[in-house]
């Protein structure tokens, strides 16, 4: 580990935190040096409330596992009895599964429209969450049947992929998986260009405070004082990416 360096700026009423360090662990970040998972997240549906999105090379839940025994050479052998027990417990072949289910990058988005009396008296159908995978639907729906099948049927229904825009999506409600499936044009946002480092991110998270109506004012109007303090956000970008041997990182919040 050579060094690390950070700063924090203020600016037109925007705070953010930029970090460079020395990448002392190549052998790992290789696996997600790519610009996948940003790209995934600068394609979801235009008015998206919250995304996360990072790449996954090939090959990278054997080196995880790897290295976590490399770390803890005195847990390997009981390393390696958890996860015989998980593959007896799901079905499922560890670590191979992982990646297939994976894929080689992946979105984790909240879509418009949340509504917590609708959830409370719904259930889970009604949070428009969702995941797009850059992979093969008809393989991980195959993973997902080995997991379906020792769940039950009560989870089962969540596990059906569908396939749009060239993803395999996952959704638990039926309106926001159409918009997954549609996909389109976030990262063009005036919001997401202003908190992600657009030209170099490789991973990303990203929330939207203004859209959907002012959310989170909305969701906590039951507390004013919260709600006055929250109204001045405007998004919210963490950015993560690997440039040969170093690791930068950006973190933002802008207000309105």
Known sequence: F??????????????????AMSNYQPDL???VDSKTGADMVAGLPDGTV??????????????????????????????????AQLEAETGLALPEDLETLLGEGLT??????????????GGPGE?????RIDGDPDEIQAVLDKIAAKAG??????LQVTEGDGYAVLALQEGY???LEEGGSLGDSAAYADVV????????????????????????GDSPEVSKNLEPLSAFGMSSWVDDDVVHGLFKVTTD
């Open 153 to 158: 049927p009560e989870l089962a229904d969540y």
């Open 177 to 179: 998986r159409g918009d």
């Open 197 to 220: 480092e657009v030209d170099e991110a490789q991973s990303v998270l990203f929330v939207d405070f203004d859209t959907d109506n002012d959310w989170l004012v909305r969701l906590t």
């Open 29 to 31: 970040t290789k696996y």
């Open 2 to 19: 050579d060094g690390m360096a950070a700063t924090v700026r203020f600016d037109d009423g925007a705070v953010e935190i930029e970090y």
């Open 127 to 131: 949070v428009p969450v969702g995941i």
């Open 108 to 121: 984790v988005s909240l879509g418009a429209g949340l509504d917590p009396d609708a959830v409370a008296n």
């Open 50 to 83: 919250a995304a996360f999105g990072l790449s996954l090379e090939e090959g990278w839940a054997g080196a995880l596992l790897d290295y976590i025994k490399a770390t803890l050479p005195e847990d390997s052998a009981s390393i390696d009895e958890q996860l």
